[in-house]
């Protein structure tokens, strides 16, 4: 598996090539829509391969605390049915309309939130898919600085989380995180 890795203070930051369906990180992320019902992409592998539990407990949210839907940039969290992850945390990014909606910040914050919301859980590892980058359409290079900007500005804050990981399941993709971190990570 090919993997980089970078530190902020004590917390690991790691970027991989793979599939998150196969990572023991405590929770991943599942980059959701707001019906919180499944989908193509990362949310129907995480669905297809961690059974109708996950799917149980998203049914549940909505029908208790959103019966709307998952707003954009929030996150709820579930157990991980037959996952090797503890807990899936669910989130909704942006649909890239442009650049003119808001899109980097409701990226920014549906990191934010899955990364508070695993604090809040006490768990110490966590791994994220490139939210947005798929169906969803966000330029891959502008979203690699908003994921990472986001992960470096939580890391900085708290020392709790001591391994984030990003999940890239294309080359391309990962290279394209790799040159924004080396970027950042100076
Ligand atoms: N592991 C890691 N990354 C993956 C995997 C995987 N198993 N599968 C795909 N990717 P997307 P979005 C990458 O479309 O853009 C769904 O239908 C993929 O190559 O999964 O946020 C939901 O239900 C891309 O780089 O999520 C929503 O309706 C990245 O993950 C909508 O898509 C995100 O692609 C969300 O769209």
Redesign the pocket.
Known sequence: MEKNEFKIGNTLIELVL????EMDTDAIVN???SSLL????????IHRKGGLKIFEECKKIRATKYPSGLPTGEAVITSAGNLKSQFVIHTV?PVWQGGIHDESKLLEKAYDSSLRLALSKGLSSISF??????????P?KQASFVALNAIIKFADKQQKIAKIVM????KK?FDIYLTTAKSLFK
């Open positions: 793979g599939d998150i369906t980059a959701a829509n499944g989908g193509g992409g990362v949310d129907g592998a990014g898919p490139s939210i947005s980058t798929g169906a969803y359409n966000y891959i999940v890239l399941f294309s993709t």
